[in-house]
């Protein structure tokens, strides 16, 4: 079985573009310069030329998919930042221990870092509430609860479409704010 890729196929310059293109954000022109050291305006064209080959084409798509995150690996982020660790790591003055944080595989949790004048690294964590609500959601928990009206047998069809109107208002007004 042949398990070579459109990556591996492609020249080693080739395959420096696609690395390139990739780490500075899809700029066809940065990423041609730093393969080729070329001026702008030869990078510019080229990059975009480049760009047209299916077979770099190909192997950016490829390394696109691969690196994708697929349903169960999204929830399972959501859930580890849902969890909030973030107190098993509070040192006393208030900073979060960022080397401890990274050792333990809880990456995820963090939002940003920064550092002040000192040099401590503070450490901001995702919201666990935000990343609750995302996962309720995903479960169907904030889903609108069916209700069985009885007794009104007498209702005419244009209060009837009238009711079912407003139902759906509000059902819609409630997702919004869930």
């Known amino acids: 079985m042949n398990t070579a890729t459109s990556y591996d196929s492609l020249s080693p310059r080739h ?54 995150m697929d349903a169960t690996e999204t929830l399972a982020r959501l859930s580890r930042v ?51 609500r995302t996962l309720a959601r995903v479960h169907g928990l904030f889903a609108p609860k069916k209700v069985e009206v009885t007794g009104m047998t007498d209702v005419s069809p244009e209060r009837l479409a009238d009711l079912r109107a407003k139902m759906k208002e509000r059902a819609v007004r409630l997702a919004d704010e869930g």
Request: hydrophobic share 40%; glycine share 6%.
């Open 15 to 68: 395959r420096a573009f696609v690395d390139a293109y990739l780490d500075r954000g899809f700029n066809a022109t940065e990423a041609y310069r730093s393969v080729y050291g070329c001026k702008t305006e030869t990078a510019k064209a080229n990059g975009h030329r480049l760009l047209t080959n299916a077979d770099v084409r190909a192997a950016v798509t490829e390394r696109l998919d691969a690196a994708a």
């Open 82 to 132: 849902a969890r909030n660790v973030g107190s098993d790591y509070l040192r006393a003055d208030g900073t979060y221990d960022l080397d401890r944080l990274l050792s333990d595989g809880q990456a995820d949790a963090i939002r940003c870092v920064k550092f002040d004048a000192q040099g401590r690294a503070l450490v901001e964590l995702h919201d666990a509430q935000a990343a609750l």
